[in-house]
T-cell receptor, first 117, second 110 residues
């Protein structure tokens, strides 16, 4: 049971480049969530996805950010034209159910730490 | 809008002490509440999950309580150890998302 796998663990991008963060949910989990942890702030919800569907993207910045969870392969969080303010830790979580809330809670990955230089 | 508060932001105790970490939230319409531990530069480890219909959960030296009507949860750590030093995060679940507090950074002195 490998848990929630995120890669890369650390990512450095120059301003204006694209960042792609990957997340493979726990085996048996079909619900994926992305959270962002800015320095000195708490974790903030970004987006909730099921296979091939975005369920809730109310926490996603309106521009440059997108997320997908294809039928095959990991979930991808994509940040285009990165700026210094995008530097943060990005965490992925998965659950076996969704709806109003998963019965068994959420399992988090180790995160990807993005640094924009 | 749900807001989760954890006070104080940091706490230092001597080894062996029993301690309580507090969490408060503004909207009692929650599905569950989950306590996590985060070590520096690491991910989140789930400690305890309390469903909205439950009052408490226990795991080893940890006990978490939930009073939904008053918007409060506590995490009790018995006989603290230096290995318990970490940031403890409280997260309230509703509508398929978690709202986190900023965490309490605990330091247990040998």
């Amino acid at each position: 049971n490998a848990g929630v796998m995120q890669n890369p663990r650390h990512l450095v991008r120059r301003r204006g480049q694209e960042a792609r963060l990957r997340c493979s949910p726990m085996k048996g989990h079909s619900h994926v969530y992305w959270y962002r942890q800015l320095p000195e702030e708490g974790l903030k919800f970004m987006v909730y996805l099921q296979k091939e569907n975005i369920i809730d993207e109310s926490g996603m910045p309106k521009e440059r950010f997108s997320a997908e969870f294809p039928k095959e392969g990991p979930s991808i969080l994509r940040i285009q034209q990165v700026v210094r303010g995008d530097s943060a830790a990005y965490f992925c979580a998965s659950s076996s159910g969704g709806g109003t809330g998963p019965v068994y809670g959420y399992t988090f990955g180790s995160g990807t730490r993005l640094t924009v230089v | 809008k749900q807001e989760v508060t954890q006070i104080p932001a940091a706490l230092s105790v001597p080894e062996g002490e029993n301690l309580v970490l507090n969490c408060s939230f503004t909207d009692s319409a929650i599905y569950n509440l989950q306590w996590f531990r985060q070590d520096p530069g690491k991910g989140l480890t789930s400690l305890l999950l309390i469903q909205s219909s439950q009052r408490e959960q226990t795991s080893g030296r940890l006990n978490a309580s939930l009073d939904k009507s008053s918007g409060r949860s506590t995490l009790y750590i018995a006989a603290s150890q230096p290995g318990d030093s970490a940031t403890y995060l409280c997260a309230v679940g509703a509508n398929s998302k978690l709202t986190f507090g900023k965490g309490i950074t605990l330091s247990v002195r040998p």
